[in-house]
């Protein structure tokens, strides 16, 4: 007979178990559904594929390098074993004459036991119950790098078991509408609420301490509030924001500007960490610090060399900008020009003498030919290719939909050569420029092309 402390409880037509078992007995007693029953068509099957990699590097790896690890729940259903509810009484005990009449102590708490012939599998929960035998099991190449008493830690489990009069058809169809119900309504953290919250990921705490500390940045009121940076409702930026950009836009910024070509190909720290894991698991505290320092001196650098990012927003977003209007349309203040702002800045930095060691002056050296970058949203290179017309006049423009990211990553190239960064030939020029007539919106005459691409090249730096 086995035997497992437990709660019980109800649900709709489900009757379960809240109990606790410790990691061994989770992976010697639960299994996974292909082990216990033959799901030979789609119309029996009741689980899906098991992702191994997924286990092994991802999850396990979580438990293995995270001191404050935490399942939710794993949820197993019990085939046979003749499960049996034993309730505890505590009526009689005097510690709970207060609660005494309380109808939901006489059959919570109990013990739920099983004569040895049942089948656990898990319902839900079934890669992390792969991570946990990866670690458990002495036979495993991975047992070796779990924890110190790691089998004897504890995990909660919900049981649910058939009921007495139901036969396999329905038994199935049940289980199999839990299993799609479990994973169907289960909604993840947004981008936004993972970057406010998370305490490992070394990108969004210092994101945070930016929001925190930075002059430019900085904000002392609630946390999912700011006067600089926009915290709710996604990414995107409207014209009437007041905001310069958005908490995952910034992100993204902050992670481009410190991916340095050492990083990118050697990892993050002295022990060669990537960057999937360098946002999984928190560093030492003066890694963070100094990965912080260095990315407050990246903004310091481009708001020396670039005072235009000083400016009201909401007066730098006008795409219809006229000369009464006194606003303007700059493409530093848009999520897209942002995000290929630093893109440049990178490989500008990429060029300084040590790019592991930056200092102040050799960051803002490197960033100058940030200045040469036409930053009116209506002129060329972005006229026509990343800002289009609205309208069959060409009196309102809007940033295209279509082909987006391969138009803005042309005109990325068009920057690149434009700064300087990238010499290109003449019969590299001429393909360039008929990539970018092909990207136009709309289709322009001969002459208004050439007429165009005129202006393209007397924007490169000589």
């Known amino acids: 007979m086995i035997v497992f402390p437990a709660i019980k409880a109800k649900m709709g037509s489900w009757d379960y178990f809240m109990v606790k ?21 789609l119309s029996e099957a009741i689980q899906r594929v098991l992702n191994e ?87 495993s190449e991975m047992a070796t790098q ?74 002392t009121g609630r946390h999912k509030e700011s006067a600089r940076i926009k915290t709710e409702g996604g990414k995107n930026i409207r014209k009437t924001d007041s905001f310069f950009t958005s908490l995952e836009t910034l992100y993204n910024m902050n992670i481009e500007l410190l991916t340095t070509v050492k990083r990118r190909g050697s990892g993050w720290d002295s022990d060669g960490v990537h960057k999937d894991d360098f946002r999984r698991f928190r560093p030492n505290e003066d890694v963070i610090e100094n990965l912080y320092e260095e990315l407050k001196n990246y903004w310091d650098g481009l708001l020396s060399i670039l005072p235009v990012l000083n400016s009201k927003p909401v007066d730098m977003r006008d795409h219809n900008a006229t000369d009464e209007s006194g606003t303007q349309d700059c493409i530093f203040f848009w999520p897209v020009g942002q995000e290929l702002l630093v893109q ?47 309208d069959q006049n060409w009196t ?33 020029i001429a393909e360039l420029k008929g990539e970018w007539t092909l990207k136009l919106m709309p289709a322009l005459t001969e002459d208004q092309i050439d007429s165009l691409w005129d202006k393209v090249e007397d924007g490169v730096y000589r």
Not at 54 to 76: G, M
């Open 146 to 219: 779990a924890p110190p008493d790691f089998k004897n830690e504890e995990v909660s489990v919900i049981v649910v078991v058939p009921r007495a009069s139901e036969d396999m058809t329905e038994f199935m169809r049940r289980y199999r509408r839990l299993f799609g119900n479990l994973n169907r309504y289960a909604k993840p953290m947004d981008n936004v609420t993972n970057i406010i919250m998370d305490e490992d990921d070394s990108f969004a705490i210092i994101t945070r301490d930016l929001i925190g500390e930075h002059d430019f940045f900085r904000w």
């Open 21 to 41: 078992m410790s990691m061994r007995e989770l992976s010697e007693n639960v299994k996974f559904a292909t082990d216990v029953y033959d799901d030979h068509t």
């Open 344 to 390: 440049v800045a990178r490989k500008l930095l990429d060029r300084q003498p040590d790019p592991d060691a930056p200092t102040p002056e050799s960051i803002r050296k490197a960033l100058k030919p940030l200045t040469h970058i036409n930053h009116n949203f209506k002129d060329l290179p972005w006229r026509h290719l990343v800002l289009i017309p609205d």
């Open 396 to 428: 309102t423009w809007k940033i295209r939909n279509e082909d987006r990211v391969k138009a803005i990553n042309l005109a990325l190239r068009i920057i690149l050569w434009q700064i300087g960064l990238d010499q290109l030939s003449e019969q590299e």
């Open 53 to 139: 990699s997924r286990s092994k590097s991802s999850i396990a790896s979580y438990l293995i390098k995270q001191r404050d690890r935490f399942f939710s729940s794993i949820v197993v259903a019990a085939l046979d074993g003749n499960p049996n509810w034993y309730p505890v009484t505590m009526e009689e005990d005097p510690r709970f004459a207060l609660f005494k009449g309380d109808k939901r102590l006489s059959d919570s708490f109990g013990v739920l036991s099983f004569d040895g012939t049942q089948n656990y599998y898990a319902l839900d929960g079934q890669h992390r119950l792969k991570a946990i035998k990866s670690l458990v099991d002495p036979s």
